[in-house]
């Protein structure tokens, strides 16, 4: 067989797919590009074996693979005797998340014990280990550069042998730093390695970050729904969360943040994920991240950008950060590299404007300074193009397998099942009909041996309890569709 | 030369010297065993060249040094054709340091800036890196086994390649756990896996708990002096620090901080560090630290257990934790491996009594679970006969230059100086003539090129000025020996 790049790879404008993907996945992503542009559509006859032998210079049995792989992820349908046509996308029929009401009065600002329901749903899944575990964010381990980044960490060692019995630098390491400064400007930031601190992942950040404006009582404006992890860290800080209401496409409402920081005097902080926001997956147009930066300035609430998964973002123009437009250092933005790097690493970083200092003084006194081997390692492969490369890989799989899953969805689920599917990203937001109970539902798929994250825990209300966030970091398998047809068949049969 | 173990080492009953170690310089720790021990007394006549040569089976040039690593070390002194004497330490004639006065009232307990004045301190040091550094507490990376816990990170990734890029257990590594659990028994401690918190450092552990017990705006005991690091800590999270008069002998006066307890209502936590105190260095009796217990239980006053250094206690059995006493899970025991396994691999562990579950609530909400690579590597080796070797090995060189670095001082510093020698770790506390400021030493030192940790660091008051810290974790060498020479003249010259 050729190895070759096969001519459809010079055909399209698509940057060169990484040598790591094998033919017919490639040839697979060609001819899904064509589907999802329109270039063919529903009905369209796909070419024949042959004909995909022929133009592509491929063997049968990978022509076969190629049509066998588009099928399976609903993209074909076989007719007897006539060959593969592309098929009606079911999920064009499935609605969009509902919006929420703007308008609505705002929930009185507490912690309603977040932790203990987060600590539980955990429990549950840790004591029955699920077969298939939809509930978490993170993508298999064999989506990353496995092998690139054990030998670069191997390198570090053999390079610097006693990287692990010296201290480490204060600060972090600085070529670390210099890289993450370096590739900070793909989302518009501009820093030197001075202005970034190292973190043990987005969470540690994000503590910082409220602990640097904010103090234990204090109110913090928050989107809703939530990731959930941040409704625990207010809670463990002794901080209140106001949830505002945030549309499931453009993300949170700036009027009704506005109404909400002149009617509550004492909020200290808002803290916003505008690119694929957690759970809902949206990313907030430019022109909202200017009001908001412009808002939070003009009203001298300090704005925290969380910012863990814009490198996920669907094509290859990274989205701007809410950052880019902060002119006075009021935007602490914090990032991750846990999601597009390596999920082992627990590797962050935080950028402070003019909180820096204490951000610094607080890093120190919690944990000191982060290994330097992760940072090391990480600075290796960064630095490099396989890290581009990689990205690139990880967010053509990452799409292939979050189409796929709400195919299946839009399939499996009952027709009142509403979802919107982001343009990147790890999760899948699933509206169920209204009075269905998530946690019924989460136990319910714990008996038969799936994960899901239940709605409740992304909100101290109980205002989400009709939605399911799915993970879609997982390779789509056999065992991965079924699982989502046993999940369709529970939210169809449990009572409304 | 005969490479097997000369017979010295079979006819001490000192452990098995390690490999690594030179022959010379496991002839000289058998001599200065007998020294210390009293076997040779001051005045006695060392063997000759000669003597050594044939009584050890080595050769001329292995002699030579063996008596010369003695004298400059200051145990021998030549005398002109008559050989190497045993010499008396000039450190027998130096008076210990003195005693705190514990029925003094105690400062009112508030935090004055002590991140300013340490931040100060540091950014000097790293403005103008000193040639020789005496102002950090860890050791010189030599002083680890560097290959061994390389070649176990590197095995740690061969064996799982993809360590790096799967998610991490959510309280860490078991085999680890399980590694520190059974380790903990050497202390006295007797717990399960499912009881250890694995940490950044000590210093998360320290943060985690007083986070667990006490909240912004309450009280702490601590030592009087104390780590200027739980004080940035403290300050950091709001909490005062209330100081208890500490002898350099036996640690926290249990007296004061009893009539403390009872007339300030609102102390919510004692931190103490019971073997080898930093600075002071002293190792509290076993009687105190059941009386401390046993205080703090009847007056429900959690007792944080700062336990960095206890492996680095000279002698072969380690002192027992506080935590022994331990009857209702009061005492919250953290401890730390950067000191004893390695500076740069930043882990630290806890375990916390009735807290346990608050405690990993607030670390999972700070900053997740440590990667399991540093824990994997860790438990290679800490699981390995090796480990006990090394720290044999690193006890053994400690002692050596601490006893090397004491006898430097109380040769080079006015006679006021005072200064006790500690059985164990990696500091010594040296109190200067009473009027002199440690601050201007540590100005005019920096400009000499030495490092320093000045006393007024230790402690919110001003108390401990005339003091400074000595960081002996690096081997003594000439350039030691005239860095040391130069600060006893600048202590000489400056204005008390
Ligand atoms: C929105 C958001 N912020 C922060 C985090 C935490 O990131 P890290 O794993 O880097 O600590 C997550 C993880 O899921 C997240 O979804
Ligand atoms: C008494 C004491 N506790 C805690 C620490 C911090 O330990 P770690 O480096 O493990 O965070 C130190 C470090 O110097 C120390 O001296």
Not at 138 to 150: D, F, M, N, Q, R
Not at 164 to 189: K, Y
Not at 281 to 308: F, N, T, Y
């Amino acid at each position: 067989m050729d190895m070759q790049p096969p001519p459809f790879a010079a055909a399209t404008a698509t940057p060169a797919p990484a040598p790591a993907l094998p033919i017919y996945r490639r040839l697979a992503e060609h001819y899904l590009s064509a589907i999802q542009s329109g270039t063919l559509a529903p009905g369209d006859r796909m070419p024949s074996v042959r004909d995909l032998m022929r133009q592509h210079h491929v063997s049968l049995s990978t022509a076969l693979q190629t049509l066998r792989h588009l099928e399976e992820g609903g993209w074909l349908e076989a007719r007897p005797r006539s060959g593969y046509f592309v098929r009606q996308p079911r999920r064009a029929a499935i609605r969009p998340v509902g919006e929420p009401n703007v308008l609505a009065p705002l929930d009185p600002a507490q912690y309603v014990g977040i932790h203990e329901q987060v600590s539980d749903f955990i429990a549950r899944r840790q004591l029955q280990a699920p077969a298939i575990d939809l509930s978490g964010m993170s993508c298999a381990p064999e989506l990353y550069a496995v092998e690139a980044l054990k030998n670069a960490a191997i390198r570090a060692l053999r390079e610097q042998p006693s990287l692990l019995t010296s201290p480490m630098p204060i600060n972090g390491n600085v070529t670390f730093r210099q890289v993450v400064a370096r590739r900070a400007l793909n989302a518009g930031i501009r820093i030197g390695a001075d202005d970034v601190v190292v973190t043990h992942g987005c969470i540690e950040a994000l503590n910082l970050a409220l602990r640097a404006v904010a103090q234990a009582g204090d109110t913090i404006a928050v989107e809703s729904p939530t990731y959930f992890g941040l409704l625990q860290t207010l809670e463990s800080l002794g901080m209140r969360a106001l949830e505002i209401p945030t549309s499931p496409q453009t993300g949170i409402s700036i009027e009704a943040l506005e109404l909400a920081i002149q009617t509550y005097g004492n909020i200290k902080a808002v803290v916003v994920v505008p690119t694929l926001q957690n759970p809902l997956g949206c990313i907030m147009p430019d022109s909202h991240k200017e009001r908001l930066v412009a808002l939070c300035e003009r009203c001298a609430v300090p704005l925290i950008e969380d910012d863990a998964y814009s490198e996920l973002a669907d094509g290859d123009v990274a989205p701007s950060a809410a950052k880019v437009w902060d002119r006075s250092g009021n935007v602490i933005y914090c990032a991750s590299l846990n999601k597009v790097l390596a999920p082992g690493m627990r590797l962050g970083w935080m950028t402070s404007g003019k909180w820096h200092e204490r951000v610094k003084m607080l890093k120190f006194a919690y944990t000191r300074a982060n290994e330097e081997w992760t940072q090391i390692t990480a600075a290796n492969y960064m630095g490099s193009p396989a890290y581009d490369r990689h990205l690139r890989r990880l967010r053509g799989n990452l799409k292939e397998q979050r189409e796929q899953m709400a195919e299946a969805i839009a399939g499996y689920f009952p027709s009142e099942t509403r979802l919107s599917v982001p343009d990147g990203g790890v999760g899948l937001w699933v509206e169920l009909p209204r009075g269905l109970s998530s946690k019924a539902v989460f136990a319910a798929a714990l008996d038969q041996g799936i994960g899901v994250s239940p709605g409740v825990i992304f909100s101290n209300s109980d205002r989400f309890d009709h939605y399911l966030r799915l993970c879609c970091g997982k390779p789509f398998t056999h065992e991965l569709d079924q699982a989502l047809r046993k999940l369709g068949g529970i939210v169809e049969r449990l009572p409304g």
